[in-house]
């Protein structure tokens, strides 16, 4: 008995390394291993699969031979299950079991089904998601033994409850549609029906599945033409009831998320098509609406945009003048009423349109002057109030206009409200966030925009809040006070570091901003000594 465990043991492991070159065991260099069992007089383990007949009485040696196959015969297994049209007969097979009730064989078929996934085949997923095999896949799969008796899912029932796919805009290629489903429908499987059964082995398979579909729908919906004309309408219609403008954007945003996947070319090829048909522009509408989600989703698509290519939106906005409806429409979402959860994602889009490092010398100087001869003034309203706008140095006798009432509630008073919204007070977060990126970024626009309206006396004046994280933020390290407070910190503290070359023109060493900065320090002192934790 000894002899024969040698040839076993010499047998598995020939196999296995047979599996790691990707060759077969029978290939002629197995012949020393069949001379040696040929002189201990034992001869070689069977290496041929064969497949059960696909009958009820054979489903638990059919579910033995599927999990339990070793991983260097699976591709044999597979390509007989291929050959020999095995899964439409399994799929008639849980048919008959299931018209019959037999619980026991039905455990056995899921196990079946199971194990067919974890086979992490390409063409055998193709096959279980076919569009006439899939629901009796999903069906099979309800029955799993490990549920208590008499319950079971009901994956079925949720596709057969109401109608799962909704056609915004009409597609007429067939391809993707079916690419489409299957995408769906794989993604069930995934995260629904075997969500811990499977591997990381499955996961990647099935992810490569969704991928190469995903190249395929981009790419075919770019091309054409029809398509994306008829969506950029049904977003630009005013007429639009909000549930039907709704998913348009969202079917707009799910191809920006899936373009995000993609490879360069693929993802350029995309946004080309994007800019061709200008849907850009229609945004502007949807962020002015007044259903949160319907900003939300516009600003997901500016958001997947600019990841993409910043200058792309940067096109769209200038040759939107002298209306420039998608950047105002961004500002008065960011300084505006409401909205407190949606202006991160405007600062976010904000920031990158206006990061130097990303635009070439000539498109620098023509956004950053366009920005700041018509919105700077805007966007630092919460914080400044009514101000000039401009890059030039401020000229004798200039001075801003009197500060009223705003939106979010500037002026002189602003920061010393007893009573302060909270969307207010996310703006005038949101907005010193930005101030600050232009101190540090945009050299001497910012710095002459600051000095004709004393915008640090300004934003000084936030430390007279009752709030008393306002007061703390004005001085304390940004590692020591809360993320609320930080905003007002790198505004004070941005000039000083990064713009000493303008004190003697009084950007920070003014009368007029030294009182309330020494004021501030020394409220932070005094907090400090009474709690230095």
């Known amino acids: ?39 201990s007089g034992y001869g070689m383990t069977d290496t041929v699969v064969e497949l059960p007949a696909a009958e009820l009485r054979n489903v638990a040696a059919i579910a033995e031979l599927i999990n339990d196959m070793p991983m260097f015969k699976r591709q044999r297994l597979v390509e007989l299950i291929l050959s020999s049209d095995y899964i439409p007969q399994l799929v008639k097979l849980f048919g008959v079991a299931e018209d019959l009730e037999q619980m026991d064989d039905l455990h056995h078929i899921y196990s079946i089904f199971k194990g067919l996934v974890l086979l992490n085949d390409g063409s055998i997923y193709e096959l279980l998601l076919r569009d006439d095999l899939v629901m009796p896949v999903f069906g099979a799969l309800e029955y799993d033994p490990e549920m208590a008796a008499g319950q079971r899912a009901g994956h079925r029932a949720f596709f057969e409850g109401g109608k799962r796919f909704k056609l915004v805009i009409p597609i007429t290629d067939e391809t993707v549609l079916k690419k489409i489903h299957q995408n769906y429908h794989l993604s069930f499987l995934k995260d629904v029906v075997l969500p811990r059964a499977l591997d990381d082995n499955a996961f990647a398979a099935l992810n490569q599945i969704a991928f190469c579909n995903n190249v395929h729908i981009v790419s075919s919906l770019s091309n054409d033409s029809t398509f994306f004309q008829s969506l950029r309408d049904k977003i630009a219609d005013a007429s639009q009831e909000p549930p039907a403008l709704l998913d348009a954007l969202r079917l707009l945003q799910e191809l920006c998320t899936i373009a995000k996947q993609l490879q360069l070319y693929n993802r350029s090829n995309f946004y080309r098509k994007f800019c061709e048909h200008a849907c850009f522009a229609p945004l502007a509408g949807a962020l002015r609406r007044p259903q949160p989600e319907i900003r939300l989703a516009a600003l997901e698509i500016l958001l997947a945009s600019i990841q993409h290519e910043p200058s792309l939106l940067r096109q769209a906005i200038v040759t939107q003048r002298p209306e420039y409806e998608l950047c105002h429409a961004l500002i008065s979402v960011l300084t505006g009423p409401g909205g407190s959860g949606e202006k991160p994602q405007v600062a976010e889009v904000l920031r990158a349109l206006l990061d130097p490092e990303s635009m070439a010398g000539r498109e620098r100087d023509e956004f950053l002057n366009l920005f700041y001869e018509e919105f700077v003034d805007k966007v630092a309203e919460p914080v400044t ?49 930005l101030l600050s990126f232009f101190v540090m970024k945009h050299t001497h626009r910012i710095k002459y925009f600051i000095l ?70 020394h409220s932070v002192l005094a907090h400090m000594h009474r709690d230095p934790g």
């Open 385 to 433: 109030g009514k101000v000039l706008a401009g890059t030039g140095p401020p000229v004798n006798g200039e001075t801003p206009p009197a500060n009223g009432p705003s939106a979010a509630g500037s002026g002189d008073n602003a920061g010393i409200q007893d009573d302060i919204l909270d969307d207010v007070l996310s703006a005038r977060q949101h907005v010193c966030e």
């Open 1 to 39: 008995s000894r002899g024969l465990g040698d040839v076993y043991k010499r047998q598995d492991l020939w196999e296995q390394i047979c599996s790691l070159q990707g060759r077969s065991p029978d290939d002629r260099g197995a012949s020393d291993i069949e001379a040696s069992g040929a002189s």
């Open 452 to 521: 004709r309206n004393q915008v640090l006396l300004r934003v000084l004046k936030l430390v007279r809040s009752r709030d008393k994280g306002l007061v703390l933020g004005a001085r304390l390290p940004q590692a020591q006070c809360p993320s609320s407070c930080r905003p007002r910190i790198r505004i004070v503290s941005t000039p000083r570091a990064n713009a000493m070359q303008a004190t003697s023109r009084g950007l920070f060493f003014s009368s007029d901003v030294t009182g309330p900065f020494l004021l501030s320090c």
